[in-house]
């Protein structure tokens, strides 16, 4: 499994846009970048799934380039309540699901 | 949709007591995870169960952690006995299938060993 790397900590303010960018250098071929998002004494929460290029969906963007080393999480326009750890996860998209976690980007979205 | 249910939410007990966790996953899931979750750090795979066969439980500590999913429905997770170590918050997921993009997890268990 391709290891991930990604910002410990990030801060941000209300209403600004929000990118966390994540390391992937030994990305396999069949491998999917996916999102998770955690809020204290809750369980992760699937936020969004790439293969290249980008995807948008109703709450983040992914922006994923050509040679999928890296990876970028986008949050428009954040609000206090999306303080939380973010996860960068890589695994494959066929086969088994086994998910490994880093410690992720901590978030914090001050007023 | 129901989500994962988990129980209890917390617990505390002294070393070498033992203890357990369970976990309805939601309805029609074959597929239920446990994960352990040190403060800090991100969630740990312990066992990875596909309806009530076991699929990995390659990082389960075996001497001391047990797992079943009788009926391929309900699950629980058992430390016997516990250390101070095993303090964490064990988390349940769930999802339809092995190869489903997404796991749906429950909120947890806090475990506190004294």
């Known amino acids: 499994l391709a290891k991930t790397t990604q910002p410990i900590s990030m801060d941000s303010y209300e209403g600004q846009e929000v990118n966390i960018t994540c390391s992937h250098n030994?990305?396999?071929?069949?491998?999917?970048i996916t999102w998770y998002q955690q809020f204290p004494s809750q369980g992760p929460r699937f936020i969004i799934q790439?293969?290249?290029t980008k995807v948008t969906n109703e709450v983040a963007s992914l922006f994923i380039p050509a040679d999928r080393k890296s990876s970028t999480l986008s949050l428009p326009r954040v609000s206090l309540s999306d303080t939380a750890v973010y996860y960068c996860?890589?695994?494959?998209?066929?086969?088994?699901?086994?998910?490994?976690f880093g410690t992720g980007t901590r978030l914090l979205v001050s007023p | 949709e129901a989500g994962v249910a988990q129980s209890p939410r917390y617990k505390i007990i002294e070393k070498r007591q033992s203890v357990a966790f369970w976990c309805n996953p939601i309805?029609?899931?074959?597929?239920l995870y446990w994960y352990q979750q040190i403060l800090g750090q991100g969630p740990k795979l312990l066992i990875q169960?596909?309806?009530?066969?076991?699929?990995?439980d390659s990082q389960l500590p075996k001497d001391r952690f047990s797992a079943e999913r009788l009926k391929g429905v309900d699950s629980t997770l058992k430390i016997q006995p516990a250390k101070l170590e095993d303090s964490a918050v064990y988390l349940c997921?769930?999802?339809?299938?092995?190869?489903?993009?997404?796991?749906?997890f429950g909120p947890g268990t806090r475990l506190t060993v004294l």
């Open positions: 997921a769930s999802s339809p299938r092995r190869d489903y993009n997404e796991q749906f």
């Open positions: 996860l890589v695994a494959p998209g066929t086969g088994f699901q086994k998910l490994v």
């Open positions: 309805s029609g899931h074959a597929t």
């Open positions: 790439g293969y290249k």
């Open positions: 169960f596909q309806n009530n066969g076991v699929v990995d």
């Open positions: 030994n990305i396999a071929t069949n491998d999917y």
